[in-house]
């Protein structure tokens, strides 16, 4: 893909969403096509997965399921697609997403605008032979009554289409949805899912905010066991402002990019010392090289993922930072992705 220092220009000329929305209206005239084969030390199985690359897309860029087999033929070795809410909804009024350029960072406040989860699964229904792992976040409308009975409409609504579940609790643009996070709210939201998914259904993930307080790494994990979730994502975008250089830093939303990368790792290494490896951890935030992505691995993650970098460097990002990682699994003697994760966890 060198095609994406030309298109870059043009596609920063617009505004942050109109640019997002014409990648996505480009991408579907994308011809697709098997992706091009990686080192096969990159596969490695998570969750009773098979993944070809440890390198997926984060949710939020195909928030409705319009383009995860484009965004599987240009080297994601996985795409979660998503937030999707059981009803369709606007979100927030524009403008919602800025691109802070100078900080290779972004700040969102969309507010799971999404076109809810009948129509995102009749669109992932076409996509059911795929070779490869498509997986669904769901999330709450804005306006519901019952949260909780909206995740388990989520998990009840998507299972027959998603490789994999991931229950989102951790957008900053739903007021009150972090809450969920808490102990006694996450135990009521875990168990209210644990007897709603199939025996064969898939498996089901956790994704956290960066922003959480000292205990809660231990609590969420020991409910998250508990509940037999099957692997949590660390992180979803921060509400907190480091240093950042862009005029839209006062902006409102969750920031993410190269500011959020501390914070993540952090947040990644609080999991893995709280979980000792129990369960599995996929690392986002911040992500924009293959050294990044090491980084993340060798402090417990077994998946990665990253969605902001892709902004600022275009979709050939995530083939490239799979061979970087295969060569960094060469240079230190391992010969599967497995092997390197944790390593310096101690
Ligand atoms: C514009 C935008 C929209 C996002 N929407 C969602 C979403 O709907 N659901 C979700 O779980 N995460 C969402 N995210 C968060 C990303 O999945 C990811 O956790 C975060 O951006 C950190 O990764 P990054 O620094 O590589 O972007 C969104 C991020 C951005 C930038």
């Not at 996985?78 to 290779?104: H, W």
């Not at 009150?176 to 168990?191: F, I």
């Amino acid at each position: 893909m060198h095609l994406y220092p030309l298109i870059r220009p043009f596609a920063f000329a617009l505004d942050a969403e109109a640019a997002h929305r014409a990648t996505i209206a480009a991408l579907k005239f994308m011809p697709t096509h098997r992706p091009a084969a990686l080192p096969s030390s990159l596969r490695t199985r998570v969750a009773g997965l098979d993944f070809p690359s440890p390198v997926g897309l984060a949710a939020g860029f195909d928030k409705d399921a319009e383009v995860p087999e484009q965004m599987l033929s240009l080297g994601f070795g996985f795409v979660e697609v998503g937030t999707v809410t059981p009803r369709p909804q606007q979100g927030n009024d524009r403008p919602r997403l800025f691109r802070l350029s100078e900080d290779k960072a972004v700040i969102n406040r969309m507010g799971f605008n999404n076109r809810g989860q009948p129509s995102a699964f009749e669109r992932l229904q076409r996509c059911a032979n795929l070779p490869g792992i498509i997986g669904v976040n769901i999330g709450a409308n804005k306006d519901s009554a019952d949260r909780v009975a909206d995740y388990v409409a989520g998990v009840r609504a998507m299972s027959g289409v998603a490789d994999y579940l991931t229950i989102n609790i951790s957008s900053p643009n739903t007021p009150g949805l972090r809450q969920l996070q808490d102990e006694s709210a996450l135990r009521a939201l875990l168990s209210a899912i644990g007897e709603a998914r199939l025996p064969n259904g898939p498996p089901i993930f956790l994704k956290v905010a960066p922003d959480l307080g000292e205990a809660e790494p231990d609590q969420i994990v020991r409910v998250a066991l508990h509940c037999g979730v099957d692997a949590i994502i660390v992180a979803n975008t921060t509400v907190s402002r480091p240093e950042l250089k862009s005029r839209y830093k006062g902006e409102q939303g969750g920031l993410s990019g190269a500011p959020l990368k501390a914070l993540a790792l952090k947040a990644l290494r609080d999991f893995r010392s709280a979980s000792g490896g129990e369960i599995a951890l996929i690392g986002v935030g911040g992500i924009a090289t293959a050294d990044d992505a090491w980084e993340r691995i060798c402090a417990g993650a077994s998946l990665v993922q990253l969605y902001s970098a892709m902004v600022y460097d275009g979709p050939g990002i995530a083939r490239g930072i799979a061979l970087g990682l295969a060569k960094r699994l060469r240079l230190h003697g391992f010969t599967s992705i497995s092997e390197a994760v944790g390593s310096d966890a101690g």
